[in-house]
């Protein structure tokens, strides 16, 4: 721990969750956390402590955060709040996020300007400031990149509107946000990515192959674990679909593909259905069962009554909600858009083929017998997804870069 300390330290900033936290625990580990900046923090005399008496505030005690030490972090609520307050009040109006995250980042950036740290960490749409005062100070500056390339979801969205008659979907990013994280890319000297998939997509899109690393992101195996199912002789096949509610999470080829397999599958989808999937949702020759937005021990709880979890996606860099039923003993059926890792090529589809979904699903209604046996690969596979696994790939990077460092100290 010593000589990482000696190395220099290592600042992060982010306005929301994501992987921020853990790539802080991992600084902390390491013994070079210099400082972490975020919207809200869970501990006595913060921001977050006081909003989570009040109000279920997750992100202010994400995964591992009893790991960080209070003293360490440093909250900049004003952003976050301002966007949320304007979200509530304009509930139809398609909000722009960039001035907010502009605000943040400008706030984040003061604290390097008096940081003798020598990495500074921050994910897309809010690190551009931050990053240049970075480099003003010579220090080095990791990029998470938690999104699907906006072009190639763009793509995906308009090619499936087009096929269901729906209207043409607006652009995911606007022209500044796209600029935006360009120039972040251009400033950043490793950009992480959370599976392989979004990172051969933006090589493919021209950032340099040498700055990129792919690190899969993890599940909490302690919490996400299967229990015991009872199966009832003659039921149809109990399918889940969680968050998937949306022409981007790829609903209407789900409908397509339970209308193809019929009174064989009962669908569950869990969270909100967009206006304008209700017309298909109508249709659907099997009406699906819909539920509300669950917590985590109510999603456990319901997966452990599901058969198997499919996830539709146009595009996702990964798909936490997938290794989260595989850890629950669940197999899963993902697409060819969608990172997240599996343990057969086979339970990977191609996007946009509602065909090759009723496929699968028939395939598990002929043969019950194989969803216990790959409910038992999906558990034994996820559980190698750990928090601790992700933190030590992050700390290689750490060290990389801070060895670099010496070196060029020692020149």
Request: with cysteine; glycine share 8%; net charge negative.
């Amino acid at each position: 721990m010593m000589a990482a300390q000696e190395h220099g330290g290592v600042e992060l900033a982010y306005m929301g969750v994501h992987e921020i936290f853990q790539m802080a625990i991992a600084a902390e580990e390491m013994g070079c956390l210099s400082g972490l900046q975020c919207s809200f923090f869970d501990a006595p005399g913060n921001w977050g402590w006081l909003f989570s008496r009040f109000a279920y505030l997750p992100s202010a005690f994400p995964l591992g955060s009893e790991a960080l030490p209070p003293g360490k972090i440093h909250e900049l609520p004003l952003p976050l709040l301002a966007r949320q307050m304007v979200q509530k009040v304009f509930k139809h109006w398609r909000m722009d996020p960039l001035p907010y995250l502009r605000v943040f980042e400008r706030q984040a950036a003061r604290r390097l300007r008096h940081s003798d740290a020598h990495i500074a960490v921050a994910a897309e749409t809010c690190a551009l400031e931050y990053f240049r005062a970075a480099k003003q100070r010579g220090m080095h500056c990791v990029l998470d990149s938690h999104g699907i390339p906006a072009p190639f979801l763009d793509a995906a969205l308009q090619r499936a509107a087009a096929e269901f008659g729906l209207p043409a979907p607006l652009p995911c990013d606007s022209t500044a946000m796209i600029e935006h994280k360009q120039q972040e890319r251009e400033l950043a000297d490793v950009i992480l990515f959370c599976s392989e998939l979004q990172r051969d997509h933006w090589v493919g899109l021209g950032v340099p192959a040498e700055k990129c690393r792919a690190v899969p992101l993890w599940v909490d195996t302690g919490f996400w674990k299967p229990e015991q199912r009872k199966r009832v002789e003659g039921q149809p096949l109990q399918v889940a679909a969680v968050g998937c509610g949306s022409l981007a999470k790829g609903l209407p080829y789900l409908i397509q593909a339970i209308s193809h397999v019929g009174a064989d599958v009962a669908l569950t989808l869990v969270g909100q259905v967009d206006a304008a999937m209700q017309p298909l949702l109508q249709q659907c020759a099997v009406q699906p069962r819909c539920l509300p937005y669950m917590t985590r021990p109510q999603l456990r709880d319901f997966f452990n009554s599901q058969d198997l979890l499919v996830m539709p996606s146009l595009g996702d860099s990964f798909g936490f909600v997938a290794m989260e039923a595989m850890a629950c003993g669940l197999p899963v059926i993902v697409t060819t858009h969608c990172g997240v890792p599996v343990p057969d090529p086979a339970w990977r589809v191609p996007a946009l083929d509602s065909g090759a979904i009723a496929d699968r699903l028939s395939g598990y209604g002929e043969d019950r017998n194989r969803l216990e046996r790959e409910g038992l690969a999906a558990s034994l596979f996820a559980v190698q997804f750990s928090p601790q696994r992700y933190r030590d790939q992050i700390k290689d990077v750490y060290r990389g870069l801070l060895d670099s460092k010496l070196e060029v100290c020692a020149r």
